[in-house]
């Protein structure tokens, strides 16, 4: 920081995100990362048909120096608890006082694959560090997505306990995909 604590001064790259920018943002309900679109100031949560989405936490990540309010209420990444049976407003202020309304959604998705009965699909350790073990019988693709919805690990697997290596991924928290299981996402933490 540069200045004092009545006028500091926060260099920001706008190339990267603008003052009032949600970042991430993740329910661990949903069944696929959220969609964030910083053009339209969005976000989209997919969950799985009948999910209680009167009372959710999410976790997320604003721009640096950023709040974020719904109505009069300060959030918190993780403990503020809001009703998304409708759309939300979160309302993030700036470092530098702008601000920007985003609007929250959520939808449920009704053409999600069972898995076959007794099929189980295991991970571990998680939280893990450098390496997590899958566990499945005849799958083949796995996905490692970030909050921003990126996938950011891919790997084909075709035997029944797989290593993945996941060294490389900053900490945090993703999401596990299997394309062929619509149903089979699971939150990995990264430490």
């Known amino acids: 920081m540069i200045g004092n604590t009545e006028n500091p001064f926060l260099w920001m790259d706008e190339e990267l995100y603008q003052a009032t920018d949600i970042l991430e943002f993740s329910f661990s309900e949903q069944l696929a990362p959220a969609e964030i679109d910083p053009e339209n100031r969005t976000v989209h949560a997919t969950f799985e048909e009948g999910t209680d989405v009167s009372h959710l936490s999410p976790e997320f990540?604003?721009?640096?120096?950023a709040v974020a309010k719904v109505g009069t209420v300060n959030q918190v990444?993780?403990?503020?608890?809001?009703?998304?049976?409708?759309?939300?407003?979160?309302?993030?202020?700036?470092?530098?006082?702008?601000?920007?309304?985003?609007t929250i959604s959520i939808s449920f998705n009704t053409s999600v694959r069972e898995l076959s009965?007794?099929?189980?699909?295991?991970?571990?350790?998680?939280?893990?560090?450098?390496?997590?073990q899958v566990s499945a019988k005849d799958f083949e693709p796995v996905e490692?997505?970030?909050p921003k919805g990126q996938i950011v690990l891919r790997k084909a697997c075709t035997n029944s306990n797989n290593q993945i290596d996941i060294s490389g991924l900053d900490a945090?928290?993703?999401?596990?995909?299997f394309?062929?299981?619509?149903?089979?996402?699971?939150?990995l933490i990264k430490k």
């Open 144 to 146: 490692i997505i970030n």
């Open 77 to 102: 990444s993780g403990i503020s608890s809001n009703d998304y049976s409708s759309e939300l407003t979160y309302t993030v202020t700036g470092a530098d006082l702008s601000t920007s309304d985003w």
């Open 172 to 177: 945090g928290i993703y999401i596990v995909r």
């Open 117 to 132: 009965k007794g099929e189980v699909i295991s991970i571990y350790p998680n939280p893990a560090i450098d390496f997590i």
């Open 61 to 65: 990540k604003l721009a640096p120096g």
């Open 179 to 187: 394309p062929d299981r619509t149903k089979a996402n699971t939150k």
